[in-house]
């Protein structure tokens, strides 16, 4: 039996597909960067290996090759997967991934344009290793600022088997000058957006600033903030931090929608501008609304349905779905109404006397 340290311990995949081929790169971590002992240390190694095959799993076996020991499966926390797998269709991933036991259901799994190679040997700060990165840890980094909700491997199977679902993987890219290191550009991984898959069919790719309306109706998000009114001519900045979006059907012969968004949060920053409470809230109110019904238009010009409409069809009236196709639900009216309630309880740490309480 080998030491458990002479082990090839892979951390991440990426999958890419080119010219009826699958592409793997395998992330692995050196153990010594991770579990450092007191008064010594070493620097980050990351090891990357490129592989292909006419299948998903065939091309592990051409990593085997050159792999002078054993691999372990059961340790990957990261699956990236580029944008032609998402146009190829991610049947025959899955396939692979669920079929050999050492795999698990818990990664979390992205989406990108960049190279894979780059993805995977992107760093963290303070010579900490690429587990200590958003590829790994995704979650942490949400609950300070949610704009995309993270998903794991079971959560991605079961919407995109979900009939009338429609899902989406965070969209990462490598940011060249957001950091800096001893004045020399840091590479550092970040959100771009996310990529829709409805059906195992591809949607298409967005990015955070077409997606601002997104967050208001996901149930994972923990913590937003919005410009208010708008970020071109803000008076100040909320932080909404308590969420209860509901999305809900009239009835009637032909299906019609409505979001009630209740929320709470705090002024978080004020500008010159505004100085009423209550109107502070109705002007929070509108921007939210606005943001919500500007990912309407585009779930209608881009035919995607951000709002899971046929979906909600599907769950409640499963006879009525069969009867309307996403072209009917995504059409102007179709939104028939958005209500935003907004309180905020304070307005920070300090009482700030610009604002004024009514009673």
Do not use: C
């Amino acid at each position: 039996m080998k030491e458990i340290q002479t082990l090839n311990y892979a951390t991440a995949i990426g999958v890419d597909y080119k010219d009826g081929k699958y592409y793997i790169y395998t992330q692995l971590v050196g153990l010594a960067s991770v579990a450092k002992t007191e008064g010594q240390s070493a620097p980050p190694q990351t090891f990357v290996s490129r592989a292909e095959g006419k299948t998903f799993i065939d091309a592990f076996f051409e990593v085997y090759q050159t792999g002078q020991e054993r691999f372990i499966w059961a340790h990957i926390t990261s699956i990236v997967l580029s944008e032609a797998v998402l146009e190829q269709g991610i049947e025959n991933v899955f396939d692979g991934l669920t079929r050999y036991y050492e795999f698990r259901l818990t990664p979390w799994v992205f989406a990108t344009k960049e190279p894979l190679d780059e993805v995977l040997t992107t760093l963290g700060f303070f010579d900490q290793s690429a587990l200590e990165t958003l590829l790994h840890n995704p979650q942490r980094i949400h609950k300070q600022s949610s704009i995309i909700r993270p998903i794991r491997l079971h959560q991605l199977a079961r919407e995109l088997f979900e009939p009338a679902q429609t899902t989406y993987l965070p969209y990462i890219s490598i940011m060249e000058d957001k950091w800096q290191k001893n004045q020399e550009s840091e590479p550092k991984l970040a959100l771009e957006g996310a990529f829709f898959i409805e059906a195992n069919s591809y949607n298409g790719a967005y990015t955070l600033e077409q997606l601002k309306g997104l967050r208001w109706l996901t149930p994972e998000t923990k913590r937003a903030s919005v410009l208010v009114p708008n970020e071109e001519d803000a008076d100040f900045l909320a932080v909404i931090d308590r969420f209860g979006a509901d999305i809900s059907m009239t009835e009637g012969d032909t299906p019609t929608f409505s979001v009630v968004f209740n929320t709470e949060g705090l002024v978080s920053n004020q500008l010159d501008g505004l100085d009423q409470l209550k109107q502070m809230e109705e002007e929070t109110s509108k921007s939210i609304q606005k943001e919500i019904e500007e990912l309407f238009q585009l779930s209608i010009e881009t035919k995607t349905d951000f709002f899971n409409f046929q979906h909600l069809l599907y769950r409640e009236h499963p006879h009525k779905w069969k009867q309307f196709t996403k072209n009917d639900l995504l059409q102007e009216g179709k939104l028939e109404n958005v209500t935003v309630n907004v309180k905020l309880r304070h307005t920070g740490a300090f009482k700030n006397k610009m604002v004024q309480v009514e009673d």
